[in-house]
């Protein structure tokens, strides 16, 4: 059996170990506002419900192992002491992921995700429309778990109003656990899927997603993909130039025949086709290749 020591191995390693082993765990996707009103939104899977009178949440913000800095997130709890945790289903999981990029403060990852702000009630952060519940908190109290990276801060929020999509509800108005079909977070790309097992989802860029925002209003609109499509062609540096469309194309028989065919509707397949392989660099060069 392998004995660990938390003190004699790196932070990052045990960090892995950690996330691995205490899995599944649920995800909150929490919205916030910072100090001049702007939006930041960020999944956090150190999180769980620990009380239902009064209802208390809490998830925990930590320290980032490779510098020690803190997460806009946390930042905002602190100036506000209001969030919204939204939960996470299938259909949200590419966004969600996406969001998860580390933009520079004042971004709105709301828009870089392709999500919806939807106007809370009782707090000032939006709530995500697409999520199947969503949570209004207030900010009862923030525990530090340490000054070192990868030390935790316990954010105990309490729910002030909560929102349920009524498509997720059974006959007795009680929440179908395959309707809502609930997304948990392991370790690695590794996630959970409440009611069909395990799947990867391919982490953020180190550099940064272009964001869903970047993506022409022709392929949003397409009606060939869905939310989780739109987050996985948003997960890329750079849009493709003309000299690699140009290239891609020379060598892809299949391309050419693609697009020779001059038909939309066989092109957008094929693209969509390609997103599904996880091949989105080769998705966005075939939809923006001409005839």
Known sequence: MLSIDPKQIAPAKLQGYLQSAIAPRPIAFAS???EYGNPNLSPFSFFNVFSSNPPILIFSPARRVRDNSIKHTLINAQDTKEVVINVVNYDIVQQMSLSS???PGGINEFEKAGLTMLPSDLVKPY????SPVQFECKINEIIPLGDQGGAGNLVICEVVKMHIHEEILDDTGTIDPFKIDLVSRLGGNWYGRANQGLFEVEKPLTTLGIGVDQIPDFIK???YFDGNDLGKLGNIEKIPTDEEIAIFVKE???VKAVLSADDLH???QKAKEYVDNGKALDAWKLLLAQK
């Open 32 to 34: 916030t506002l910072d």
């Open 101 to 103: 990029t580390e933009y």
């Open 127 to 130: 709530r995500v429309a697409e």
């Open 221 to 223: 609109e397409s009606g």
């Open 252 to 254: 892809n028989f299949e």
């Open 266 to 268: 066989t092109k957008f």
